[in-house]
């Protein structure tokens, strides 16, 4: 009976719904035209890093800006508003300072990376012992490193596809533990960015299984210029270090979630979204307020042009800086529902010139009309299917789930990124606009489009 | 016999040197050339920028700088290397932050105006009031001020000329006394620049006779933006500033001169140069370690070239960005002697573009040699005779003396004027090395020209 009855109301949802009533393509055009004026992705990024400002994770800007998200996706008209609430550990940054003591007394600015240690509260000085990659680091001999204060540094080149991240970041991401191990007393590294500004980049590292927290700090490119020219004289260098940075406990965080719900509840749920919470320095505009905003702003469009097939669930994810938390709770929590697609949007507000996919083979000719209506975004597709990726949806895609990525511009991306230059400033907002454009034209494919995109990892 | 005696003597020397031996233009072009290949310039910046860094006026710092200077300059090869020392009010910058309390909590970046008082020790809260110009906030009503944090904006606009900066300035110059006199408890100016990072431009302003000094700091753009959408919004703004800046006593500082000897002691003196203090903030890269190793560069290129007609001074000034100490010291203890000439270069290191005069009428066909040698290096002259300055060779410039200008490109001069980012990678050594060639090229003429450039205003 119950089995019956519920076959009957899937038929007679299809009836009043049918399951293959896609999105023509003047309707897609007609919407993501439309969204070239979009405003209200400048409105959210204004408000956010305005009334909010920097939203460390776990910190109490967070929670005053899951106030703020949950009040705005309601005025907003999302349903099933509501926040997912975790715990994090918690990372103080204090304060950090680095004097050359010897040769060259001078000052030298920097930040510490997230999950450092603190000096002793005197301070700690050493020599400075420098290498030009995180090879040269990883073979040095521990004799020559222990007790000193190890220095890495790097040429980072600006990339449409931000690709110089993955390994030029790994100095940050690994180069701790690395230090930590061979028994430095601390590691300074040059800012894992692009820019010539007297503006660190700080940033995630966990430390390693067995390697002991030490301090661990971001110099500003123009400072690790310094201290190259000052190693390079040949004398003997001599730092000291004053951090105050330390972890503190558990703090609460929480991924705030929203829905346009589907006609469909078995067609899937399409996850878009960015994160909420930012690094400290900034008030994170480009990183990540844009991305809640322009997801937001395009799934408001949907919404507004008509109840969808399928269910869109706008995630602005907490606590993605310090080890995708948010991500990790929703997969937790949501991993066994039925999602169809995941696409988040986390690499700044310039213009998207890339789409990519990574679905079903037996899907690849359903992104054809996907990449039709970007096109003339002036956006192309990316043959090769596999390689969209996302932050805090890569928990969740692990599970089998399908992801899009409309890849932003990097090319100035990483001159601000976790840096005190992450402000609103930097969002151009005709740019944001066009990424608007292209999320509302993802979306009004993708969410009226019977396809199964993938195979689903977990079924009901 | 002694009148005899001394003629014999000048005619001697006429016979030897002749004193109408002006340099041909083909010579002038060769050492202008040759210059293109400059290194000094590059290795003077970036030696006083790496071995001292930042130079603050009275610091121990710009104490090394001197040493640094002297030694260079004796390596060099200049005559009667030695330093004028003098003492300077000594200002302590300390530390400043500010919270906003109400109604978004979040920190802004900002930091102290030269001179600038400190708060109470356990900090000052008040509301905010905001200006968009001077005008207004001379215009306020004392009891709408009274208790209240001043705050003014503007907006600067960049300029190859620079010009901007003499009425916007005022807001920095002028500012803290009006908002002191009309009863502020403090007062925060938008830095006096024009670019978009979070570093705020730092400078001197002074005490208007009757104006109790006041916590007066600069907001970095980003945040005076910021301050500005809040402020917008229509609820009352309160901050809390914590700012430790006070004067400590008086220091050492002192101007560093070098000289070329000229073939004839009384054709007069030609005086070039920068200043060696910097701000804080920076290492002083284009301001002003540039300034002082173009013009070093140039006239170490014209002695190299053999003995000039006039005597080339090279005064590296101290203590320039708190007051001109260094000038006016340069004018009591040396402003009865016979100068010629006066031309400092003050205003970074991108390339020259203009020949601006300050000399008498007669002498005006004097300068069509120097703007036909530096013609070729894309530098045109401003016809209006009468507009050249300097700042340290202000206070010399008084007694009458003429004035040559090379200006410099300032089109990304007030990006990073005052901040932290002024740092030796801003320098372009192309563009460093086109100063040099002009300053050589203008040497190379008025070196060795006995054209009287203008009224002496002290003869002997």
């Known amino acids: 009976m119950m089995k019956f009855s519920k076959l009957a109301l899937v038929a007679s949802a299809a009836l009043s719904f049918p399951l293959n009533a896609q999105a023509t393509p003047q309707e897609t055009a007609r919407l993501r035209d439309a969204a070239m004026t979009d405003s209200l992705a400048w409105e959210i990024t204004e408000g956010l890093t305005t009334e909010i400002g920097q939203r460390k994770a776990g910190s109490d800007a967070e929670a005053r800006a899951r106030d703020w998200a949950v009040a705005k996706l309601k005025a907003l008209g999302f349903a099933n508003v509501r926040v997912d609430p975790f715990e994090v550990p918690y990372w103080e940054r204090g304060e950090a300072t680095a004097e050359i003591v010897a040769p ?3 000052s030298l600015t920097l930040t510490a990376l997230g999950n450092s240690a603190g000096t002793p509260s005197k301070g700690l000085k050493a020599e400075v012992i420098g290498f030009d990659s995180l090879a040269a680091l990883s073979a040095a001999d521990p004799a020559s490193i222990k007790g000193k204060i190890v220095f890495v540094t790097h040429r980072m080149a600006p990339a449409q596809d931000g690709s110089p991240y993955g390994p030029v970041g790994a100095i940050r991401r690994t180069g701790p ?37 030490i301090p661990a700090l971001a110099l500003a490119n123009p400072d690790a210029d310094q201290l190259e020219r000052i190693l390079k004289r040949g004398q003997p260098v001599t730092i000291a270090l004053n951090v105050t940075a330390k972890m503190a406990g558990k703090r609460p965080s929480g991924n705030v979630i929203a829905e346009v719900p589907g006609r469909d509840p078995n067609a899937g749920i399409i996850v878009v979204g960015g994160h909420l919470d930012s690094w400290d320095l900034g008030t994170g505009a480009i990183d990540d307020a844009s991305g809640v905003a322009i997801t937001t702003a395009a799934a408001k469009r949907i919404m507004d042009a008509g109840q969808p097939l399928r269910t869109i669930r706008v995630v602005w994810f907490g606590s993605e800086e310090i080890g995708l938390f948010g991500g990790i709770d929703y997969r937790e929590k949501h991993g066994a529902e039925k999602h169809q697609l995941l696409a988040e949007s986390d690499f700044g507000a310039d213009r998207v010139w890339r789409f990519e996919t990574n679905v079903a083979g037996a899907a690849l000719p359903a992104m054809k009309p996907i990449a039709a209506a970007l096109s003339p975004l002036g956006i192309e597709q990316n043959p090769s299917n596999g390689n969209a990726s996302g932050s805090d949806i890569s928990e969740v895609a692990k599970l089998g789930i399908p992801v899009l990525e409309l890849s932003q511009d990097g090319t100035r991306y990483f001159d601000l990124h976790h840096t005190p230059d992450d402000t609103l ?36």
Chains 1, 2 share one sequence.
């Open 104 to 106: 060259f007394p001078q």
């Open 425 to 460: 400033d930097k969002i151009d907002p005709a740019q944001l606009r066009q990424n608007v454009a292209a999320w509302t034209a993802m979306l009004s494919v993708t969410t009226n489009d019977p396809t199964e995109y993938g195979p689903v990892a977990v079924k009901k």
């Open 177 to 213: 533990s690395i230090a930590s191990k061979l028994g430095a007393a601390a590691i300074l590294i040059r800012s894992i960015g692009t820019d010539k500004h007297r503006n660190p980049h700080t940033g995630a590292q966990a430390w390693a299984e067995g390697a002991k927290p």
